[in-house]
């Protein structure tokens, strides 16, 4: 039978049951950021500095101008490519 005071075991169950539905929520977000961040490696993607035939990295739509990508680690030429690339546009 819960106490009427409010600090019963009832109370104290509910509380806990609160907080550990919040630090688990807490860690699923921080873990979905982290592999959200997580890049893979030029060496993974078969990177290279030089364009395939009309393919390179500044008509991919996952490169990032001057010199990034959303998707590879590492400085990235607009006149690389890699396996995953994919036309722009």
């Not at 409010?6 to 699923?28: I, K, Q």
Request: glycine share 12%; with cysteine; hydrophobic share 35%.
């Amino acid at each position: 039978m819960p106490h009427e005071n409010g600090n019963g075991p009832e109370t104290s169950r509910r509380a806990f049951l609160h907080v550990a539905g919040v630090a688990v929520s807490a860690l699923s977000i921080i873990g979905m950021t982290s592999r959200a961040e997580a890049k893979a490696s030029q060496q993974s993607v078969g990177y290279q500095g030089s364009p395939k035939g009309n393919q390179n990295c500044a008509n991919c739509r996952i490169f990032v101008a001057p010199n990034s990508c959303k998707q590879v680690d590492g400085v990235v030429s607009p006149n690389g490519w890699c396996r995953i690339w994919s036309k722009a546009g």
